[in-house]
């Protein structure tokens, strides 16, 4: 069997982040007025997403999936996280062609939010409940620190909520057009090398605007991230606000402001405003840049709505002078960029904390991990005398606080969870999204196909692992779609999926495939600077010969 393939035909990256036509009334609150200009600004504006917890708990969990009207069900409901999932068998060639309505089951996704949050022991026991009581057992890690969990019937909702609330858990605007799941250094409080701390930033943002209606109408959706750690941890280069911990030669620890980064069909990575914010400004330094972008971000066609299209059109210069004029009332001073990162960022193994005890990163397989485990890690935790977990941005997870005499025993008890601290390098740098399993866009199934993808390359490419001749880890993402959840630009070999036509014995057969894309990365230990790769014109493979596709690249 043949695949098309084309190599060295490259094409660049399609050209990212265009504004929109600036001779029409794009949308823009403080520039065209509030006149809503598509059917989504219309529902928005008449009632607000926040709303429609109420009606969950007051009426549709009682009266079941068919109380619920389409403007709620496919818009509303999205401000508490909830999508309703793919209807089973649904073959990835209808995907395009079937209306939501038609792909749509009655049952939901669920994504609840932990912002870098630490999970202790009680928390991490209720998610595992959770899953176990009402979602099948399902539960991912998500490369946004969410929790994600599928087959949640509405009726089950309130008390889901009931539950994650009752550990300071909550799935407030972790989807919609609104403030989503922040990510936050998984490391935050503990690394001995860390240059600030961002939980306290972090939990004053949480306190004052998540939830808040003032922020819950934006255009689209918008992404944060914080770290004061020099591994660079959050992928702050794909987020529409990063603050990047760094040190200021007078003004001491505090942070680099990043804005407008977002992938997509349409990638651009986040620019510095060159601005130092100081700790206690931050969360008023984050409260500008939403601001901004709710007032100003294009709200007339939503494929220009992220804050990724006003930045190109104003340019870091001009971003800068209206968050100082227009939000903050007074000018930053100048600030320095972050170092290039001291490690890999995804805290995978045994790390000295700065108060003697250890912190421990472990990889679940594409992040899947499920109820059963995340109450065992509980059990296991609470066994060797260790604290809390982070979720980190890579779809893996951090063990904190645990004392030297039971690191041995937590990295085996991770091994028997099928969470290893060990991990090959296929298994720490493959991520894969939700795919054709449980999302309505998908073309291609992803989780399993990864997964399977890093058993085959196990077997196969022991040697090179062995003889030390891989001596740069392969990020490998795997997208079900042209959307890119898990970062198709950004990893050495990022796959979107795609329905290909190979050569079968009987003529041209289609099958599930991947469109090839090459060379992205962010920044990391051995690369300063982030990239988005390269597209491979016309190099495609199907799902079946991916792993012989990965081991020719890393054999070459
Ligand atoms: Fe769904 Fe596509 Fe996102 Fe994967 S990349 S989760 S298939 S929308």
Redesign the pocket.
């Known amino acids: 069997m043949t695949v098309t393939e084309i190599p060295g035909a490259t094409t660049p990256a399609r050209p990212a982040a265009r504004p929109p036509r600036a001779d029409r009334s794009n949308g823009q609150w403080k520039v065209d007025g509030l006149e809503p200009l598509n059917a989504n600004e219309v529902w928005k504006q008449e009632e607000g997403g926040l709303a429609v917890r109420e009606r969950i708990e007051k009426t549709y969990a009682k009266e079941g999936f068919g109380a619920i009207p389409a403007q709620d069900l496919t818009g509303r409901f999205r401000w508490w996280g909830l999508y309703t999932q793919r209807k089973p068998g649904i073959d990835g060639g209808r995907t395009a062609q079937l209306s939501d309505d038609e792909l749509s089951d009655t049952y939901f996704m669920l994504r609840v939010r932990t912002d870098g949050q630490a999970l202790p022991p009680e928390a991490l026991r209720v998610l595992g409940g959770i899953s176990v009581d009402f979602a099948r057992g399902s539960a991912d890690i998500t490369d946004r620190q969410n929790i994600q969990y599928h087959w949640i019937a509405i009726e089950d909702v309130p008390e889901i909520w009931r539950r994650l609330e009752s550990v300071g858990l909550e799935t407030t605007t972790a989807c919609g057009d609104t403030p989503r799941g922040f990510l936050g250094s998984p490391v935050a409080g503990i690394a001995a090398d860390e240059i600030i701390d961002p939980t306290p930033v972090i939990l004053e943002i949480k306190r004052r605007w998540i939830g808040n209606p003032e922020l819950a109408n934006l255009p689209r959706k918008f992404k944060t991230a914080i770290t004061g750690h020099p591994s660079l941890d959050v992928v702050h280069e794909i987020n529409d606000i990063s603050l990047v911990g760094v040190v200021h030669p007078e003004l001491g620890p505090g942070y680099d402001l990043w804005v407008g980064g977002g992938l997509s069909t349409s990638p651009r990575l986040a620019e510095r405003l060159g601005v130092f914010v100081s700790e206690d400004e931050a969360a008023e330094v984050w409260h500008g840049v939403i601001q901004i972008f709710r007032d100003y971000g294009f709200r007339r066609l939503r494929n220009k709505a992220r804050l990724k299209f006003l930045l190109a059109d104003w340019g870091v210069e001009k971003f800068r002078h209206v968050l100082e004029t227009e939000y903050l009332g007074h000018a930053l001073p100048d600030g320095p960029a972050p170092k290039p990162a001291t490690g890999p960022g995804d805290h995978v193994g045994v790390h000295l904390q700065k108060d003697g005890r250890y912190y421990v990163g472990a990889a679940p397989v594409v992040g899947r991990v499920g109820g059963p485990v995340l109450s065992g890690l509980a059990d296991l935790i609470d066994e060797v005398g260790a604290g809390r977990v982070r979720l980190t941005a890579h779809q893996k997870l951090v063990i904190l606080d645990v004392p030297e005499a039971g690191v041995e025993r937590l990295v085996e008890g991770l091994e028997g969870l099928g969470l290893t601290a060990r991990p090959s390098p296929f298994r720490r740098t493959t991520m894969a ?4 399993e449980f ?1 309505k ?2 073309i291609v199934e ?1 989780k399993d196909t990864a997964a399977a993808a890093i058993t085959e390359l196990e077997r196969r490419l022991a040697d090179v692992v062995a003889d030390g001749s891989l001596d740069e880890p392969i990020q490998l993402n795997v ?3 042209p ?4 970062r198709i630009q950004t990893a050495d070999i990022g796959l979107k ?1 795609q329905i290909v036509t190979v050569d079968g014995p009987d003529g041209p057969v289609q099958q599930a495939g991947f469109q090839v894309h090459l060379g992205g990365g962010l920044s990391t230990v051995e690369r300063d600077e982030a990239g988005l790769g390269r597209t491979v014109r016309g190099l495609k493979v199907t799902a079946a010969e991916l792993p012989d596709y990965v081991e020719r690249v890393i054999r070459s």
Request: charged share 0%; net charge neutral; aromatic share 0%.
């Open positions: 999204c939700t795919g054709i999302c866009l998908a992803t997208n079900g779609c959307n890119s959840c898990a999926g």
